[in-house]
């Protein structure tokens, strides 16, 4: 059986005062990723026409957040979800873009909570660590980052890394 490839769109939004805004997504039977830390966006409509499109309308519809008079300063390297992911991998598209303001959020049903940390503690290497995930029955010890009792992990803290080289080459 092929594997199916979805595509998706996420946004690493900075403030004025160079926080970057994650989400915790809410707990929902059958999403791979239900209660994980996570950049807001989704998977891409056949509407949206480009995954630019896609991720403004994802963060309008999960925060209430309109990036349309954001900065957008460019798209990260594409991720591609795990092999391990039961019948079809996602091929996700990060963001970045400033804000001049933090608005008011308005998360929706899919968003547990939002919260911000100061991106000097990430260029700081602050709180990295490995912790232990068990996947169908396989153990790993993953690399993480442990901010103020989250934990950030997986493809979230890979597009962070990212976002750390791009940061220390300049």
């Not at 519809?61 to 594409?78: I, Q, T």
């Not at 873009?97 to 602050?126: I, M, Q, T």
């Not at 396989?138 to 976002?163: A, H, I, N």
Request: charged content about 25%; glycine content about 8%; hydrophobic content about 40%.
């Amino acid at each position: 059986m092929e594997r199916e490839v979805r595509r998706a769109a996420v946004a690493a939004i900075f403030g004025p005062d160079d926080q970057l805004l994650f989400i915790h997504r809410a707990e929902r039977a059958g999403d791979l990723w239900s209660g994980h830390m996570a950049f807001p966006g989704g998977r891409e409509d056949p509407e949206d026409g480009s995954l630019l499109r896609t991720v403004l309308r994802e963060t309008q519809e999960e925060l209430g957040l309109d990036l349309s008079a954001a900065r957008c300063l460019g798209a990260l390297s594409p991720i591609l979800s795990p092999r391990n992911t039961p019948n079809r991998q996602i091929h996700v598209l990060p963001w970045v873009f400033r804000l001049d303001d933090w608005p008011a959020l308005s998360p929706n049903e899919e968003v547990a909570g939002v919260v911000r940390f100061d991106f000097r503690r990430f260029l700081g290497r602050e709180a990295r660590g490995t912790f232990s995930y068990t996947w169908q029955g396989t153990p790993y010890e993953l690399p993480c980052v442990q901010l103020d009792g989250t934990l950030l992990w997986g493809m979230t803290l890979r597009m962070v890394d990212e976002l750390i080289e791009r940061v220390e080459a300049d």
